[in-house]
């Protein structure tokens, strides 16, 4: 079949609402993308696992150290499933991974911060996450279907992540003094990069276009970032915390919350590498894989040996 | 109940496979019971041959108990 009505045929069917599997045919910049997209999704949730992995040992109950670690082991899960998913699309896992250690791959910009303080905690699971989700349910109706099933999974266990967060950030502000400026802290530090997360605005995002076309993005970055802040607002205010934002106002005509502007420089200066903890986050990876290494061959080591037994056996 | 595909993983070897696949699908009580299988042993249909494969059976109605008209006051049928 000739490239032209092949094409044809593929823009039809994804416009048809219908799924892209593996061994369909697709065109060469479609199955591209997305692999640059899925492999930096799942490095996202493994890099993810830094800033949280930091508090479990200082948590401030055995309940919630229990529930941090588990939402820890979550992301750890949701690292594997995108890992699964983007290898159907013909790709080695460990050319991903090398590209995450080489700085060649990108992750989520927000896992750039450091987490200071416990509060932090809270503020990662009802922002971060709950940034995360706004990205993610679109995308359980994304074209390419491992991608699209593998957010159903996630999203599924990403509400618990969001309501812990919230849960610790509500515990804070009913809290002493004290506890109460922690929580604020927290916000004051992670609202802003959690509305980076979004992306860069409509007019500068360069591949919103031709993603939108393919039916991998479905939302634009904008719509989703002023849904998020519809979404938050109110939440802050029910616990009695402030959004660090002096230009924020409901606009009653549209229901809407006008906000202040982004500092675009400071998300594109830490996507370029420069952020509080990019060099520490790639650095700890790294060395966790090659720490690691002895367990991988080890395992492989193991398995071979009970095959050569298990054949010796059976002769 | 039957088993239901949940995705893939990478293990070492079959062993492995099963203790990975517990360790990541069924974290929220998702089922009792795992089957893992290499993917090189799978034979899969193939998706351009999807409608030839498949259509045939679109236009058997007779197949299905409800092509029959039948008297309404017939029991247990």
């Keep these: ?315 | 109940m039957s088993h239901k595909h949940v995705g893939s993983l990478h293990a070492a070897d079959a062993e492995m496979a099963i203790s990975n696949a517990r360790d990541v699908y069924t974290r929220r009580q998702e089922g009792v019971s795992i089957w893992a299988v290499p993917s090189e042993s799978i034979t899969a249909s193939s998706p351009s041959d999807k409608e030839a494969f498949f259509d045939p059976a679109e236009d058997k109605v007779y197949r299905h108990p409800t092509f029959y008209d039948l008297p309404d006051e017939l029991e247990h049928m």
């Excluded at chain 1, 080695?92 to 932090?120: C, E």
């Excluded at chain 1, 616990?239 to 549209?254: A, F, H, N, R, W």
Aim: aromatic share 10%.
């Design chain 1, 1 to 315: 079949m000739e490239e032209a009505s092949l094409i044809e045929r593929f823009d039809n069917y994804v416009a048809a609402n219908k799924k892209i599997e593996p061994k369909d045919w697709m065109p060469e910049s479609y199955r591209k993308t997305l692999v640059r997209q899925i492999s930096q999704h799942a490095h996202s949730e493994i890099v993810g696992m830094l800033p949280e992995g930091n508090w479990i040992t200082r948590a401030p109950s055995l309940k919630r150290k229990a529930i941090l670690l588990a939402k820890v082991q979550d992301e750890a899960g949701h690292g594997l499933y995108l890992y699964s998913a983007c290898e159907t699309l013909g790709v080695k896992r460990d050319d991903l991974i090398n590209d995450l250690h080489n700085g060649k791959a990108k992750y989520s910009s927000i896992f750039n911060y450091p987490t200071l303080t416990w509060a932090d905690m809270g503020a990662i699971g009802w922002l971060v996450d709950g940034a995360a989700i706004m990205n993610q349910v679109p995308l359980c109706k994304c074209s390419y279907g491992p991608y699209a099933r593998a957010m159903v999974r996630v999203c599924k266990e990403e509400s618990f992540h969001q309501r812990q967060g919230f849960e610790i950030m509500m515990t804070l502000a009913n809290g002493t003094d004290a506890q109460k400026k922690l929580a604020q802290d927290a916000l004051n530090r992670w609202w802003w990069p959690s509305l980076m997360m979004f992306g860069p605005s409509d007019k500068d995002s360069t591949h919103s276009e031709q993603s939108m076309k393919w039916r991998i993005k479905l939302f634009s970055n904008d719509e989703l970032r002023q849904r998020f802040v519809d979404m938050t607002v109110p939440q802050a205010e029910m616990i009695g915390l402030t959004v660090p934002d002096k230009d924020l106002k409901m606009d009653v005509e549209t229901g809407k919350y006008q906000f202040g502007d982004i500092q675009w420089e400071e998300f594109f200066n830490v996507i370029k590498g420069n952020g509080p903890c990019n060099k520490e986050r790639v650095a700890t990876r790294k060395k966790a894989y090659d720490d690691g290494k002895w367990v991988r061959d080890a395992a492989a080591a193991h398995a071979k040996k009970k095959q050569a037994r298990k054949k010796a056996k059976a002769a």
